[in-house]
């Protein structure tokens, strides 16, 4: 009996203290290779590159190359079954045996397209002409919107500053 009892017990320790283990990895891939990742801000190096996570959900992949804009993500990652509660305490804690779970992402990047200069330049001049034939704006109610001081002419010195309630009075030859 007390052999059977201490087999039972060292069964159950061993159970115990082989617990199990979830291993997260994004296999992240680019074309063109060579793109440095970061992924949730963080920089992590060149694609291809293998990169841990922790949590199920949404990440932002952002993906930097020169000679290509710039690819910015948001990747969802979707909760296998031993992810779920109650299952994944069971799949962490106590499953013996280590659950890998690897999600290749593949990301195409697109190169940087230069603009034509020449286009560009006729367009604003246009843009330009056209302005110039606009009226001036109006505005709904002028008293609000026309300025209450009027330009100071050269060799004119301007009134002193008003009073605010609530401030003290200025010093003598201190500008505010």
Known sequence: ??????????????????????????????????????????PYGPTPIDVPFLFYGDYDVQLVKEG??????????????????IIDFWSENVWPLQITDIRPLYYEMEPIVQPNLELLK???????SRSALLPPP???????????????????TLPPPRELPGLPPPIPGEAR
Do not use: H
């Open 1 to 42: 009996m007390v052999r059977r009892t201490s087999v039972v017990v060292f069964a159950l320790a061993a159970i115990l203290l082989s617990t199990g283990c979830v291993e997260r990895r994004f296999l992240i891939e680019s074309s063109p290779p060579g793109a440095y990742v970061n992924v949730n801000n963080t």
């Open 68 to 85: 290509f804009q710039t690819k910015r993500v948001k990747q969802p990652v979707s909760t296998p079954w031993w992810g779920y509660p």
């Open 122 to 128: 006729t367009e604003g001049e246009e843009l330009r």
């Open 138 to 156: 109006r505005y709904p109610d002028s008293r609000k919107n026309k300025p209450t001081e009027r330009p100071v002419a050269p060799g004119e």
